[in-house]
């Protein structure tokens, strides 16, 4: 069975940091490029940055420019997103995705994305 998990969410105060992972089981992660995605309440999901297969192509959203690092070790199964610096306006609940493409400047489309997990929630708040 194909799974992606995701852990590492929780409550941390503004400025603060968090590392999310997101581990797969039932395949290896080496051959997809990988998203990560975010809903808030009452609000759509989000992109907030791909990854290629190799690691070596990295899109994000505005948004998270220079505070968020996505990363991946295939060793390891696992494709990782450090987010630091976090606002009130990051909190939500954040997904990886597999998608068959390469990331590119269409990355943040969801119909892109074949196998989501389940989400894990952060919330950022004093």
């Known amino acids: 069975q194909l799974q992606l998990v995701e852990s590492g969410g929780g409550l941390v105060q503004p400025g603060g940091s968090l590392r999310l992972s997101c581990a797969a089981s039932g395949f290896t992660l080496d051959y997809y490029a990988i998203g990560w995605f975010r809903q808030a309440p009452g609000k759509d999901r989000e992109g907030v940055s791909c990854?290629?297969?190799?690691?070596?192509?990295?899109y994000y959203a505005d948004s998270v420019k220079g505070r968020f690092t996505i990363s991946r070790d295939n060793a390891k199964n696992t494709v990782y997103l450090q987010m630091n610096s976090l606002k009130p306006d990051d909190a939500a609940v954040y997904y990886c995705?597999?998608?068959?493409?390469?990331?590119?400047?269409?990355?943040?489309?969801?119909?892109?994305?074949?196998?989501w997990g389940q989400g894990t929630q952060v919330t950022v708040s004093s």
């Open positions: 995705a597999q998608q068959l493409r390469a990331c590119d400047s269409n990355w943040p489309l969801i119909r892109r994305y074949n196998y």
């Open positions: 990854i290629n297969s190799s690691g070596g192509t990295t």
